[in-house]
């Protein structure tokens, strides 16, 4: 079955660099299109950004400066790594499946990010 | 970028009540509108695509509506496992979500 893992550090430095892992399986890579998204607590959803199946990648613009999202096709795998960290990326991360022009269908778990020194 | 607004921001309801959310668009989305549930503590679960498909599963007393830029979810007999939060999402033009209406029993 379909299946999307976050994982990675739960707490981060401030102007150190996030590092995030999701890990699918039940799915290609070469034909989903895995997202970023993340939410702080109790508040909204805010679409980070996409690896297509092709291997290209768009950001949100407000985050694009500071994000990279790549891939590792033979272990399932899509990371993400942010820099400079702020209290403000405090949040719960959620990597998330999708085809183009679809939402997404399935959602990872979450991973909690805190940061503090 | 497009803007989602969706209202109101918190909602409380009785068992059995018809229950409206809405959200606007910043430009036309042409239908490229989905629906989210989410549980406390638990990731976002597709409740409706392309502004009124019920996704796989979902129970027939929710419903999509809406063109261009408004867009509304109806829970029909609220139930009490459908206390949560709902967000709108455009996959119109990237993908952006509404800033979501927490659902609570009166």
């Known amino acids: 079955q379909v299946q999307l893992k976050e994982s990675g550090p739960g707490l981060v430095q401030p102007s150190q660099t996030l590092s995030l892992t999701c890990t699918v399986s039940?799915?290609?890579?070469?034909?989903?299109?895995v997202h970023w998204v993340r939410q702080p607590t109790g508040k909204g959803l805010e679409w980070m950004g996409v690896i297509w199946t092709g291997g290209s990648t768009d950001y949100n613009s407000a985050l694009k400066s500071r994000l990279s999202i790549s891939r590792d096709t033979s272990k399932s795998q899509v990371f993400l790594k942010m820099n400079s960290l702020q209290t403000e990326d405090i949040a719960t991360y959620y990597c998330a499946r999708g085809r183009f022009g679809v939402p997404f269908d399935y959602w990872g778990q979450g991973v909690m990010v805190t940061v503090s020194s | 970028d497009i803007q989602m607004t969706q209202s109101p921001a918190s909602l409380s309801a009785s068992l059995g009540e018809t229950v409206t959310i809405e959200c606007r668009a910043s430009?036309?989305?042409?239908?490229?509108l989905a629906w989210y549930q989410q549980k406390p503590g638990k990731s976002p679960q597709l409740l409706i695509y392309?502004?009124?498909s019920l996704h796989t599963g979902v129970p027939s007393r929710f419903s999509g509506s809406g063109s261009g830029t408004q867009y509304s979810l109806k829970i029909n007999s609220l139930q009490s496992e459908d206390v949560a939060s709902y967000f709108c999402?455009?996959?119109?033009?990237?993908?952006?979500f509404g800033g979501g209406t927490k659902l609570e029993l009166k």
């Open positions: 392309n502004a009124n």
């Open positions: 430009e036309d989305i042409y239908n490229g």
């Open positions: 999402q455009q996959y119109y033009d990237y993908w952006t």
């Open positions: 039940g799915f290609s890579l070469t034909s989903y299109n």
